[in-house]
């Protein structure tokens, strides 16, 4: 199983940026998907998280300007990204908890190579 993240770039303060993660490979069921963001000289962060059913949850900067949302039908998690600001900047990852066999209820997690966002102030 892979994620592949797309959509980062160089934003000003106050524009916006949609990331998309699609997974591929071997896949019976995601689980849970989420976007973390990892700013230089700091931890990683979880930023937004979307479960199979739908249910959203956000880190406290992130709400009322990000949206996650999810396309089960092509195993692709999104975050829409509005009003975005300097200490947006970061390297943000993709995460998927997945079932990848259908005779097996194993889960399993997966991360994203990264994208850089900048936002420029």
């Known amino acids: 199983v892979q994620l592949e993240e797309t959509g980062g770039g160089l934003v000003q303060a106050g524009g916006s940026l949609r990331l998309s993660c699609a997974a591929s490979g071997t896949i019976f069921s995601i689980n849970t998907m989420a976007w973390y963001r990892q700013a230089p000289g700091k931890q990683r962060e979880r930023v937004a998280t979307?479960?199979?059913?739908?249910?959203?949850n956000y880190t406290d900067s992130a709400k009322g300007r990000f949206t996650i949302s999810r396309d089960d039908a092509k195993n692709t998690v999104y975050l829409q990204m509005n009003s975005l600001k300097p200490e947006d900047t970061a390297v943000y990852y993709c995460h998927a908890n997945i079932r990848p066999f259908g005779y097996s209820t194993s889960k399993y997690d997966y991360w994203g190579q990264g994208t850089q966002v900048t936002v420029s102030s």
């Open positions: 979307i479960t199979s059913g739908g249910s959203t």
